[in-house]
């Protein structure tokens, strides 16, 4: 058995640069991609699934009952939305900048993750 040993981080750059490469998002699409992972990952964060729109670029995080959406819109929004029992946050950016809340709910949702589930890193590839 093979594990995937790529951080959060790597992965999300590898597939942004996949998504780019085969023409599902723009370059400046990608560089925003890559600017936002730089933003927002650590050693700790858990991999995000990422997925292209029309050009535009979607990460999401989910586990158990809790969720993270990242939006990245062609026209420079963003839309964001972290959900977790007993609260539900959600911003809608026209500037394009991520909401400091955003990091630290990520951080806090990875840490959650870990808690649950200490080996989730050891994906087959």
């Known amino acids: ?3 995937d040993t790529r951080s959060a981080t790597e992965r999300a750059k590898f597939d942004i640069a996949n998504l780019w490469s085969g023409g599902h998002i723009g370059l400046h699409m990608a560089q925003w991609g890559y600017r936002v992972v730089e933003q927002l990952f650590t050693p700790d964060t858990v991999h995000a699934s990422i997925a292209p ?3 535009d670029l ?6 158990g009952d809790r969720s993270i959406h990242l939006d990245l819109f062609i026209d420079h929004t963003c839309w964001m939305a972290a959900t977790r029992p007993g609260k539900r946050f959600k911003h809608y950016s026209r500037d394009g900048e ?3 809340w955003m990091r630290d709910e990520l ?19």
């Open 53 to 55: 729109d029309n050009g």
């Open 1 to 3: 058995m093979k594990l």
């Open 58 to 63: 979607t990460f999401y995080w989910r586990g």
């Open 107 to 125: 951080a806090d949702f990875s840490a959650a993750v870990e808690a649950a589930n200490p080996n989730w890193r050891e994906q087959e590839l």
């Open 98 to 100: 991520i909401a400091d």
